[in-house]
């Protein structure tokens, strides 16, 4: 299992991005956290993956684990390597110089092991058109191709854990459910998932259990289903009344001024 413990995060002693956020993802489901841009959604993956960048005067408190072991303290190559798991960033950091196989190898640099080829064919089974662009540069591919071969990338580090911070960010719409069915297959295949997503209707309809992030705290959290039929939720991040709406917390002030009323 994968926790956070009362994670702190504060920017050259001023900015405060994380504010004690604490959740757990369980092995084997799909954890789903919502929030609007500048909840601290991004933040808190690069925590988790060992990628924030530390400078004079920042702070970070609390704790990352994988079962009992913290994670405080290890860079990103050291988490993948010793604990699988790994970061699917939302920007699709592929080499744009490289053909998509030769990516594909790159990822797994640290374990080149001989299977290395097997897992290769592997992710050609997820995703048909990168055997059709193996000997194509990643540059000249389009975004639900670059947000594939990410995931591709990925999978050759032979993940426990996988990120997932905003995949479906400015994809059609049939990339995207493409993309939602491979993530539910690799959670139903054993994989552990953490995924951050702005569509959230469709992420809290894979997942397991759901949390919704606002101004770097945890707000609310409870099953995914639970959280699909919220009222508040549903008003503010699944389409409903959405435009009447600022925050969840929001929400909730509005209700209660209705009351009053």
């Known amino acids: 299992m994968l926790s956070v413990e009362n994670l702190r995060v504060v920017y050259h002693d001023v900015i405060s991005i994380l504010n004690g956020v604490s959740l757990k993802a369980h092995n084997g489901e799909i954890s789903v956290?919502?929030?609007a841009n500048g909840a601290g959604k991004t933040t808190l993956l690069r925590a988790i993956g060992g990628m924030l960048d530390i400078y004079e005067g920042d702070i970070i408190e609390g704790d990352i684990k994988v079962g009992d072991t913290s994670l405080r303290g290890l860079d990103s190559t050291d988490i993948i390597k010793k604990y699988g798991l790994t970061y699917v960033m939302e920007d699709r950091p592929v080499f744009w110089y490289l053909t998509v196989e030769e990516n594909l190898a790159a990822a797994a640099y640290s374990?080149?092991?001989?299977?290395?080829?097997?897992?290769m064919e592997r992710v050609f089974g997820y995703f048909p058109i990168l055997r059709n662009l193996r000997n194509q540069k990643a540059g000249y591919t389009s975004g639900g191709e670059q947000q594939m071969l990410a995931i591709g990338m990925s999978l050759m580090t032979?993940?426990?854990i996988i990120l997932f911070d905003e995949p479906s960010l400015g994809l059609a719409p049939l990339v995207t459910q493409e993309l939602f069915r491979i993530i539910q297959r690799?959670?139903?295949?054993g994989l552990t998932i953490v995924l951050v997503e702005q569509n959230a209707h469709a992420a809290l309809r894979i997942g397991h259990r759901g949390y919704v992030l606002e101004n770097g705290r945890v707000v609310l959290e409870g099953s995914a289903a639970a959280l699909l039929e919220n009222e508040d939720v549903r008003e503010f991040y699944l389409g409903a009344g959405a435009k009447e709406r600022r925050s969840y917390q929001d929400a909730k002030r509005y209700k209660r001024r209705k009351r009053w009323l």
Do not use: Q, S, Y
Not at 111 to 119: I, L, T
Not at 186 to 189: C, H, P, R, V
């Open 111 to 119: 374990r080149w092991d001989g299977a290395v080829k097997a897992d």
């Open 33 to 35: 956290i919502i929030g």
């Open 158 to 160: 032979r993940p426990k």
């Open 186 to 189: 690799l959670n139903e295949e």
